[in-house]
């Protein structure tokens, strides 16, 4: 199932893609970590999305229509799945995303064409409805370009989802049945992030997917440095940098991350803490006793 870069000897001009690029979530910094990776293999990379913090990033190339922020995918969103209101029916709503997908469809035909992409790997957009105009443009556009590889990279889908529970008309839903994700197991390979994700694909589009989950690079030491922005943290939190334990959440909080399952799992290494203080953790630091359970999503 999965491009064999591993194997290729062909250097390949690769896009790497999602409605946002270079930000602190989850997606952009999995994105950077592919980048590198590539890289390192000897291929070459490119950036595109709807919006990057700054624009000289290397690499990042900006189609502002592609942010699932911008007043279009708002617009389908809204019709789409809250209120039918701006439009006299499902019809009419319908040719307004081809319309739409069409001129976005031109801009990333000349994009791939320019950068002469042989492989684009998709994250989200061809999984999420919430910028159905996007999914439809980014699949047409790939076929036109005959582009011979995709893969699309599902961190979650549309419907795990409870917003995307009541769509407002048929055609939305046709919408999301051909191209969210699209189903031509020719040209596209779909990636999740974890079994359960690949499960749920596999039983609601009857698509097969393998499994690369989300990592942390623990090696790199330069990515865990105390710098002038961090330093103050642990003080700012409470937390004795000899000795106390911090348990992070690296997600945001939200009902369908879990974080009922971390809380427990705090609360038992809270009961069990007390039989190993004093004793010599993974840092080489005696244990204090004390716990720190830390959001950075709030």
Not at 236 to 258: E, P, S, Y
Request: one cysteine or more; a negative charge; aromatic letters at 10%.
């Amino acid at each position: 199932m999965a491009v064999p870069l591993e194997n290729e000897k062909k250097k390949l001009n690769i896009c790497l893609t999602h409605y946002l690029v270079g930000f602190t979530d989850g997606v952009s910094l999995e994105m950077d970590k592919h980048k590198k990776v590539f890289e390192d293999m000897g291929h070459t990379v490119t950036y595109l999305g709807g919006a990057v913090p700054d624009e000289s990033k290397a690499g990042a190339f900006v189609i502002p229509e592609m942010d699932h922020r911008c007043d279009l995918a708002v617009k389908v969103y809204h019709n789409g799945y809250e209120k039918l209101d701006d439009f006299k029916d499902g019809a009419e709503f319908a040719a307004f995303i081809n319309e739409n997908a069409n001129a976005l469809e031109k801009k990333l035909v000349d994009f791939f064409e320019k950068h002469a992409i042989d492989l684009i790997i998709c994250h989200n957009m061809l999984s999420h409805a919430v910028h159905p105009v996007l999914s439809v443009a980014m699949t047409t556009a790939i076929e036109k370009c005959n582009i011979s590889r995709a893969i699309g990279y599902h961190h979650d889908f549309y419907w795990e989802r409870p917003v995307f529970d009541k769509p407002t008309c048929a055609e939305i839903v046709a919408i999301s049945d051909k191209y969210i994700p699209p189903l031509d197991t020719k040209v596209y390979k779909h990636c999740t992030i974890n079994s359960i994700g690949a499960a749920s694909l596999l039983q609601k589009k009857k698509l097969e997917s393998v499994t690369i989950p989300n990592v942390f690079d623990y090696e790199n030491g330069e990515e865990w440095r105390l710098d002038d922005y961090n330093r103050t943290l642990y003080d700012a939190l409470g937390i004795d940098m000899n000795g106390d334990l911090v348990v992070l959440q690296a997600t945001r909080i939200m009902k369908r991350k879990g974080i009922e399952l971390a809380i427990e799992v705090v609360r038992r290494m809270v009961q069990m803490s007390p039989a190993f203080v004093g004793q010599t953790m993974y840092n080489g630091k005696k244990f204090t006793g004390k716990l720190h359970f830390v959001f950075p999503g709030l």
